[in-house]
């Protein structure tokens, strides 16, 4: 069975640091691309980051630009979403998901939504004194 498990989730006041993973089961990650997206209350999802297959490519939403940092490590099939400085509006359920599209990500641009063909059941992450 194909499956993206997300952990790392929790409850962390302003300023604090989480580190989310992503482990793939069922199917090697290095052959897709990742991206990390967020959905809050009443929102939209949105995306946040995604990295390339070989790691060498990253997107960062501007929202979250140099406090959050994608990586990936193929030999343990995880991508990680390391995320610094904290705030309340970054309380959220945070998705990964992998992409087998050919398109490619730069630092302008992730793949669209629709172009992910799997994704994970989400990790709460709360930003709360």
């Known amino acids: 069975q194909l499956q993206l498990v997300e952990s790392g989730g929790g409850l962390v006041q302003p300023g604090g640091s989480l580190r989310l993973s992503c482990a793939a089961s069922g199917f090697t990650l290095d052959s897709y691309t990742i991206g990390w997206f967020r959905q809050a209350p009443g929102k939209e999802r949105e995306g946040v980051s995604c990295?390339?297959?070989?790691?060498?490519?990253?997107n960062y939403a501007d929202s979250v630009k140099g406090r959050f940092a994608i990586s990936r490590d193929n030999a343990k099939n995880t991508v990680y979403l390391q995320m610094n400085s904290l705030k309340p509006e970054d309380t959220a359920v945070y998705f990964c998901?992998?992409?087998?599209?050919?398109?490619?990500?730069?630092?302008?641009?992730?793949?669209?939504?629709?172009?992910?063909?799997?994704w994970g059941q989400g990790t709460q992450v709360t930003v709360s004194s």
């Open positions: 998901a992998a992409a087998s599209t050919l398109t490619r990500v730069t630092a302008e641009h992730c793949p669209p939504r629709y172009e992910y063909d799997y």
């Open positions: 990295i390339s297959r070989s790691g060498d490519s990253t």
